[in-house]
């Protein structure tokens, strides 16, 4: 079976992604670039927010037509792929497998069977599994918890992804030895809410606890996403802080900084809460580099409202943040009960956040410049004078390719920063990472 495998969304959809490929390797599946190669095209899919489902229609629209010129079989997985919204687009473009995020593991039985194969259960295997670790890679994701057991208004995912499942502490362990051993030296940690790991079960460490077993493993770099601020404990800053395995890079959603907003989306935490968490990060790290996501427009946000959004972005004085036009999304409660505002009034509020957050990268990454950083470098950027990699903070990095030939870590001075990034010189490498990737 050719398999091409089409991934939208986040980066918990890509790990998915990983997992089913290793499953459909155990089948014997063989990979192919391209739909036009393929016998079957999976398309794993996002539903957050409304553009990802509208590309994912305009695809599988693509794909139908194809299928009614030769022998092609459709899959569609992902978080879509459980809402009614994305069986009833699954019905209209003639999908023949489908899978919810909770039912990953059945891929190998869908290719067996005859007829239509859909399947939306949660299956508990899927928090048992140990993927093969990827060869060559330098770095990867490492499901930590799958799930969320918060029920934010705007958002679709406890729907999609259902409640929280941690993974078993050693599977983890194991999992994470694994791709060291393979050379692996960055990790992300994930999760829709990284920071309740274990609390569903009992006798699993905490997050925090967590974070200092797994820094004993001693993989030079470890990151985590993504945290909810209610979560955020004491406990989690200070494993942050005494193991300097993991990064001092933290994304910390916010959302709105109105408590009234804040109430309206049940974000179960105000305001002040948020900024004392902020308080202690910085305590413990004042180095940290801080991100968060913020959605601006929801149902009955004032320009008050959104002054205390932007107040509060200059009172944490973030590094990034991906900021979101409040999307509604049938099924959620804030779809049903309120009324979303004008499309102009999201627009415009939108750029003014932008404009905010490009003052506070420009300056927050002009602290760098004159700093020597630890870069991991992909490979050759766009502008192929450039290899591009990215800090221990997460900031995108280029240096000249001249001085890094190859992908590994190395250690960056920063000459220059602009709001989206810094440029540097090889001031030295990190050897012991970037042997294992010469070799391999
Ligand atoms: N509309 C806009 N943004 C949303 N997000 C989640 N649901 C919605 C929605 N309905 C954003 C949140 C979340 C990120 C992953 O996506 O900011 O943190
Ligand atoms: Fe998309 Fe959210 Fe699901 Fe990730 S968790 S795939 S972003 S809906």
Redesign the pocket.
């Known amino acids: 079976m050719k398999t091409h495998i089409i991934t939208y969304g986040?980066q918990m959809n890509e790990y998915d992604t990983h997992l089913v490929k290793s499953e459909l390797a155990s089948i014997g599946a063989e990979f192919v670039d391209t739909v036009t190669d393929a016998d079957f095209v999976l398309v794993n899919t996002c539903a957050?927010?409304g553009k990802p489902v509208e590309k994912v229609r305009t695809l599988l629209g693509e794909l139908r037509k194809e299928k009614g010129k030769r022998n092609l079989m459709v899959g569609m997985m992902g978080c879509l792929a459980q809402l009614e919204e994305g069986q009833q687009i699954a019905r209209k473009f003639e999908v023949d497998v489908l899978l919810g995020p909770g039912a990953l593991t059945e891929i190998g039985r869908a290719l067996e069977a005859k007829n239509r194969f859909w399947d939306l259960s949660f299956r508990e295997e899927l928090t048992h599994h140990l993927p093969p670790a990827p060869q060559g890679a330098l770095s990867a994701f490492v499901s930590i918890i799958r799930g969320c057991n918060h029920h934010?208004t705007?958002?679709?995912?406890p729907t999609t992804r259902g409640p929280e499942v941690s993974r078993h502490p050693d599977l983890i362990l194991r999992e994470l030895q694994a791709l060291k051993d393979v050379g692996v030296v960055e990790v992300t940690l994930l999760g829709q809410n990284v920071n309740s790991y274990g609390n569903d079960q009992e006798g699993f460490p905490k997050f925090g606890e967590l974070l200092r077993k797994i820094g004993e493993i001693g993989l030079p770099r470890v990151k985590f996403t993504?945290s909810h601020p209610v979560n955020f404990t004491d406990d989690v800053v200070a494993a942050m802080a005494e193991t300097p395995q993991v990064c001092g890079y933290i994304h910390l959603?916010v959302?709105s900084g109105s408590n009234r907003v804040l109430r309206r989306m049940a974000r179960e935490y105000r305001r002040e809460w948020y900024l004392d968490r902020i308080r202690a990060i910085r305590e413990a790290m004042p180095e940290v580099v801080l991100s968060t996501?913020?959605?601006v427009g929801f149902p009955g946000e004032t320009e008050e409202d959104f002054q205390e959004t932007l107040s509060l972005y200059d009172e944490v004085g973030y590094d990034s943040a991906?900021m979101?036009?409040?999307?509604?999304?049938p099924g959620?409660p804030?779809y049903k009960h309120f009324q979303d505002l004008p499309r102009e009034v999201k627009v415009e509020r939108l750029q003014r956040l932008i404009e905010r957050q490009k003052e506070w990268s420009f300056k927050r990454n002009g602290r760098w410049v004159g700093k020597t950083v630890e870069v991991l470098v992909r490979g050759v950027a766009k502008d192929e004078q450039y290899a591009e990699g990215h800090s221990r903070g997460n900031h995108p990095v280029l240096v000249p390719a001249s001085q890094a030939r190859h992908p590994g870590l190395y250690q960056v001075e920063i000459k220059q920063a602009t709001p989206h990034m810094l440029l540097g010189e090889v001031a030295g490498a990190t050897e012991a990472a970037t042997i294992p990737l010469l070799m391999a």
């Open positions: 986040c957050v927010r934010c705007y958002c679709i995912v993504t959603p959302q996501d913020i959605i991906y979101f036009i409040y999307s509604p999304r959620t804030s």
